[in-house]
């Protein structure tokens, strides 16, 4: 297949171009290979203040990764956090006796990090230390094990024990993030669907191929990806397991087959098909290949997801005239419009409280992510660029990443969902497009 052009919302929903709506297909020139670089480019005003210590290590031990470092990063990445430059601090404690927090008080620090990284077998064991500066107290104190190459994930892990003991909120530094990324023109051309931890390390091919690939979703224990495929020269919908590499076929059916959606519990699989002449929304059991039509109308349905709950499913649908969200039961029924502000609402999904949903919404002739409250309808742009497409949810729901483009190319970008802690991701060369946040990975 040739090398096609960029997705544009305005094609949506227009029969001929349909599959473009459902993934779109970006192609750029340069490595597939290269890990994702990230920029924070806002925080929250009332950011707090916190020093993280660099680690300390036994005599003669080189960890492979600067602990406190990873640490601070995915704090500050949040926007909730602003972290002490090392250059700036007053002394380098690592242990408990050695910790004075008026030291800290005087740099106006609220919460203070310390740890330790030893070797433990044929790993390490990390330990470490919160503090509140103000109230002078301990906050929490615990180790993690880890391998060597698990180390950056211990890192994360540490970082989200500390965000949640802050914020009360569970962290996501130690989630993943699937996204395609794309390299050469035409014969040459390679799409490839990558898996990478949160902050774009320990980048993963799940699969590469010279057509295209498009919309990644996960399956909510985080083991498995549901996308679409052209590598037989038409779409058809793949799983494929992560630890493995293994992948089932779940639908080749003549026509369109996009849009996969896991059900909350794994076991359905919400699609849009065209096998019976019109883009309609259906639901395939995973477990008995029991295939169900949910929708039934002349316009163009597509782009399923579901309520966290699984009882309801929002889509996108023309049938009012534009592209507009629309909620249905999960069994099947009657189907409600819920956007109403502007010509163009599509590519919803759910925050993971089911309170509101993140969406692509036209504003000003630009195309923006916009937060829709349910109770009141409202939509509030967390994005400004003039093509933003593909957001989709923290699993704790802070923050959301989104497609857009940036110098003329497709990178990731991450706004939070109070209006700080923006992100951008991109790759040296190349173009990344269609990001998907994983569930929550125990």
């Known amino acids: 297949m040739s090398r096609q052009p960029r997705c544009h919302p305005r094609v949506a929903l227009r029969l001929d171009l349909l599959m473009v709506l459902l993934c779109g297909l970006c192609c750029g ?19 707090q203040p916190i020093a993280i210590v660099p680690f300390g290590v036994s005599d003669g031990l080189i960890p492979p990764v600067d602990v406190a470092s990873v640490i601070a990063s995915d704090l500050a990445r949040t926007g909730r956090f602003r972290a002490l ?28 990090v310390i740890g330790r990284v030893e070797p433990e077998g044929a790993g390490f064991k990390v330990e470490f230390t919160l503090y509140d500066v103000f109230r002078g107290q301990q906050l929490a104190s615990s180790s993690v094990t880890s391998t060597a190459p698990g180390l950056r994930n211990a890192a994360h892990r540490i970082a989200d024990i500390i965000y949640e003991q802050l914020t009360g909120q569970r962290g996501v530094a130690a989630t993943r993030i699937a996204y395609v990324t794309s390299s050469g023109e035409g014969e040459s051309q390679t799409v490839t669907l990558r898996v990478a931890d949160a902050d774009g390390a320990n980048p993963q091919t799940i699969v590469s191929s010279g057509e295209p690939i498009m919309s990644p979703a996960w399956s909510p224990d985080g083991r498995r990806l549901a996308y679409v495929s052209f590598e037989n020269k038409r779409p058809a919908i793949y799983i494929q397991e992560l630890a493995t590499g293994r992948r089932d076929l779940v639908a080749s059916h003549p026509g369109i087959n996009g849009s996969p959606a896991f059900s909350p519990d794994g076991r359905k699989l919400a699609m849009t098909l065209s ?39 929002i889509f996108t649908s023309d049938r009012g005239g534009s592209p507009q969200i629309y909620r249905m039961s999960a069994d099947g029924g009657p189907a ?53 497409e593909s957001p989709s949810f923290a699993p704790n729901g802070s923050m959301v990443i989104y497609a857009t483009i940036q110098g003329g190319r497709g990178i990731l970008a991450v706004s939070s969902i109070d209006g700080g802690g923006n992100q951008r991701l991109s790759q040296d060369t190349g173009e990344v497009r269609e990001p998907a946040w994983s569930p929550f990975i125990n």
């Open 336 to 388: 409600q419009r819920i956007s109403f502000e502007g010509d163009y609402n599509a590519r919803a999904s759910y925050a993971p409280d089911g309170r509101s949903i993140v969406l692509v919404t036209r504003a000003g002739g630009r195309f923006r992510i916009g937060l829709m409250d349910l109770d009141s309808g409202f939509t509030r742009l967390l994005s400004n660029g003039s093509l933003d």
């Open 85 to 112: 430059p090392t250059r700036d601090m007053l002394a380098m404690p690592s242990r408990h006796d050695d910790v004075d927090l008026r030291d800290w008080s005087l740099l106006g620090m609220n919460n203070l």
């Open 275 to 313: 096998k019976d002449g019109n883009p309609e929304i259906y639901v395939l059991n995973l477990l008995t290949r029991e295939l169900v039509r949910l929708t039934d109308h002349f316009a163009i349905d597509t782009e399923p997801a579901w309520s966290p709950d699984g009882r309801e499913i």
């Open 29 to 47: 020139v340069g490595s597939a290979q290269a890990r994702l670089n990230i920029e924070v480019t806002g925080g929250v005003e009332a950011a």
